[in-house]
């Protein structure tokens, strides 16, 4: 990771942003200079989250569809604008991990309301926004985050690695609409993380064997930078 990127400037919107890889994104990015509004269910969470960072921290569920507009209007108003957002946060279903034929309809459901309605809803609301940033040549990008058991069949995985399935093939298809109004859309997979949600699925996985968060949100803002159409000037003499 180019370690003297100088992010000034760039306003990220983050859900999911108080533990895990929204965290690291969020204190990664607020370390560059970027200006971050972050989303979490927990107020106390949120609030020290936000005094650590400084970064704008607003609470609410991104799976309650009464909670979207005013998180996009609160990240457009705190921030001037979006010209990058993150849509991180995630469920995992049926917890502990079920069969699909054990897991209720109703722990799907749960599933795709966070992991593709609400990243859905979310973007629609701030789609003006992004397409704005993208007429000023600032930004215009939504990253999605993914995961493998998007694309392989983990048995017990059915809510999660369906509801992820969904979220990247939307991704592809609104990357291949939204050309003419400048935003792109990517899905970025950031691998087995040692995060809470992974230990809520496998509790006695080992620990030493998975990624650190910190390493996959400096991947993930690597790969930012390239989609990016300010790459270069955010890059410019960065080289450490």
């Not at 921030?79 to 209720?104: F, K």
């Not at 609409?177 to 996985?205: C, Q």
């Amino acid at each position: 990771m180019q370690a003297n990127i100088d992010l000034q400037g760039l306003r990220v919107g983050i859900t999911g942003g108080t533990s895990g890889l929204g965290l690291a994104l969020v204190r990664q990015l607020a370390e560059k200079g970027a200006s971050i509004a972050f989303v979490a269910r927990t107020a106390a969470n949120v609030e020290r989250v936000g005094a650590e960072t400084g970064a704008q921290g607003i609470v609410a569920d991104i799976g309650k569809k009464d909670d979207i507009y005013p998180i996009a209007m609160q990240i457009s108003a705190n921030l001037g604008g979006v010209d990058v957002l993150i849509n991180n946060a995630s469920s995992l279903g049926p917890v502990p991990l079920a069969l699909l034929a054990d897991t209720e309809c109703e722990e799907l459901e749960a599933a795709l309301v966070v992991n593709v309605l609400g990243a859905f809803r979310l973007t629609k609301a701030l789609f003006g926004a992004l397409a704005a940033s993208a007429r000023e040549g600032r930004g215009g990008l939504v990253i999605n985050i993914s995961s493998d058991a998007a694309v392989n069949a983990y048995p017990g995985w059915g809510a999660y690695g369906a509801s992820k399935a969904a979220l990247a093939h939307l991704t592809a298809i609104w990357d291949a609409e939204s050309k003419g109004d400048g935003i792109r859309f990517v899905a970025l997979d950031p691998g087995d993380m040692d995060t809470p949600l992974h230990a809520l699925a496998l509790p006695d996985a080992d620990r030493s064997t998975l990624k650190d968060p910190e390493l996959a949100a400096a991947e993930i803002i690597e790969k930012m930078l390239d989609a990016l159409p300010s790459h270069d000037a955010l890059t410019a003499g960065a080289h450490a």
